[in-house]
T-cell receptor
Framework: DAGVIQSPRHEVTEMGQEVTLRCKPISGHDYLFWYRQTMMRGLELLIYFNNNVPIDDSGMPEDRFSAKMPNASFSTLKIQPSEPRDSAVYFC??????????????FGEGSRLTVL | QKEVEQNSGPLSVPEGAIASLNCTYSDRGSQSFFWYRQYSGKSPELIMSIYSNGDKEDGRFTAQLNKASQYVSLLIRDSQPSDSATYLCAVNWGTGFQKLVFGTGTRLLVSP
């Protein structure tokens, strides 16, 4: 059974460019989370969805960041325009109700973003 | 004050020893506590969860929770070099279980 699939695995871009990160959750999971990980700040929750609806986006750093989940099998995180301080590993994770209530999240392999 | 605090380490222990990892949290309303393990360059994976005060054992791992002190720990007995990784403490935030706040992690090094 496939796990959470993220793309691209690595992205190098220049400041000011638009970046789109993609995620396919595990089939049947109804929760989807976007996290960002840096050495200084650790793993930060940006936004999460339940049944494709954004529930909490309080972790989204600013208006340059946006996330969508048009259907149960796909989500995007977009940064426009990108800045060097956005450089981080972005993780997508999914879960279903029972697992979400036990804190078990299934993480994708992450997308490493470098903004020059 | 950070919401979830961990010593960044590294914590170095010899093979076969007990590794003790600690975590404190600031939200007294938190009800669920988790330990995730993250190998270098990989994604986090859940290894332990605990919800009640006291100890919970699973194989070589023991999680300990003290809500009055807002403290949670992870003990790894008979540490193996394969246990070398970063251990992330996570705590649920707010009323739901779904929102997890992670500490920055403690790096554990187990030497042969």
């Amino acid at each position: 059974d496939a796990g959470v699939i993220q793309s691209p695995r690595h992205e190098v871009t220049e400041m000011g460019q638009e970046v789109t990160l993609r995620c396919k959750p595990i089939s049947g999971h109804d929760y989807l989370f976007w996290y960002r990980q840096t050495m200084m700040r650790g793993l930060e929750l940006l936004i999460y969805f339940n049944n494709n609806v954004p529930i909490d986006d309080s972790g989204m750093p600013e208006d340059r960041f946006s996330a969508k989940m048009p259907n149960a099998s796909f989500s995007t995180l977009k940064i426009q325009p990108s800045e060097p301080r956005d450089s981080a590993v972005y993780f997508c994770a999914s879960s279903y109700q029972g697992q979400a209530n036990t804190g078990e999240l299934f993480f994708g392999e992450g997308s490493r973003l470098t903004v020059l | 004050q950070k919401e979830v605090e961990q010593n960044s380490g590294p914590l170095s222990v010899p093979e076969g020893a007990i590794a003790s990892l600690n975590c404190t949290y600031s939200d007294r309303g938190s009800q669920s506590f988790f330990w995730y393990r993250q190998y270098s360059g990989k994604s986090p994976e859940l290894i332990m969860s605990i919800y009640s005060n006291g100890d919970k054992e699973d194989g070589r791992f023991t999680a300990q929770l003290n809500k009055a002190s807002q403290y949670v720990s992870l003990l790894i007995r008979d540490s193996q070099p394969s246990d070398s990784a970063t251990y992330l403490c996570a705590v649920n935030w707010g009323t739901g279980f779904q929102k997890l706040v992670f500490g920055t992690g403690t790096r554990l090094l187990v030497s042969p």
